[in-house]
């Protein structure tokens, strides 16, 4: 059959007896090495990282004297507080006082025992006489010395003694004539004859003062102990 003009015909013809000259590359699924040198050739290395740069001296000596010096504030922090709160000891030698004399009056069915001091100041700074709500007066009880509080006791809280000046204060403490079964008006009856206080008054007034071997004075909050001698002199 004729060809059309233009047109060419191309046949791949192949034969079973045709020999393949060309060669079969293998696959594989690993990846591919990195290329060995040839030999003689010089090995060639990934330069080396440098280490990290060591810190600064000057640096770590002050961040360790930093950490030192807060530590030592603390500790003077620590020791300045319980100074400061330390308790003060007590003592007996900044307030002395002199007794003067003990007046004994009747108030109703009260006995009232006023005993009259000189306190004299030896501190540095004026001392205000404390009230009952943070000072107390007891009496020394004879034979032991110890100390009983006085209920009821009264004075002055508002007296300043001056830095090295003496000071008169008045401590009065009641006495209910019910507690040892007597009146005012029995004690106060006296022999039509007799001048001055009543025999029984004066009795009794001396047996109340012989319960006592002096007094003290206690001042809790400048922690001051006041002895009080007990070397009265007794008036009405």
């Known amino acids: 059959m004729a060809q059309s003009?233009?047109?060419?015909n191309t046949r791949i013809v192949s034969s079973a007896r045709a020999k393949f000259s060309g060669k079969i590359k293998k696959m594989s699924s690993e990846s591919p090495q990195d290329p060995q040198p040839a030999p003689g050739e010089p090995v060639q290395t990934a330069p080396a990282q440098a280490p990290p740069a060591p810190l600064n001296r000057s640096l770590l000596m002050a961040a360790a004297f930093g950490a030192g010096f807060a530590v030592l504030l603390a500790i003077l922090a620590g020791a300045a507080?319980?100074?400061m709160n330390r308790p003060k000891p007590w003592t007996s030698a900044a307030i002395t006082a002199t007794p003067t004399r003990v007046v004994a009056e009747t108030s109703g069915e009260e006995l009232h025992l006023q005993f009259r001091?000189?306190?004299t100041n030896h501190t540095n700074a004026d001392y205000i006489i404390m009230g009952p709500e943070n000072a107390a007066l007891m009496k020394r009880l004879p034979g032991n010395a110890s100390l009983q509080r006085l209920d009821g006791a009264n004075w002055d809280a508002t007296i300043r003694i001056p830095v090295g000046q003496t000071v008169n204060v008045v401590f009065d403490v009641p006495i209910r004539l019910a507690d040892y079964n007597t009146s005012a008006d029995e004690l106060n009856s006296s022999d039509p004859n007799s001048t001055g206080m009543p025999?029984?008054?004066s009795q009794f007034v001396q047996s109340r003062l012989g319960e006592m071997d002096g007094l003290v004075f206690m001042d809790y909050?400048?922690?001051?102990?006041?002895?009080?001698?007990?070397?009265w002199q007794t008036t009405k």
């Open 5 to 8: 003009a233009g047109v060419r």
């Open 81 to 83: 507080y319980l100074w």
């Open 117 to 119: 001091y000189a306190l």
């Open 199 to 201: 025999a029984q008054y």
């Open 221 to 231: 909050a400048d922690r001051y102990r006041i002895d009080l001698p007990r070397d």
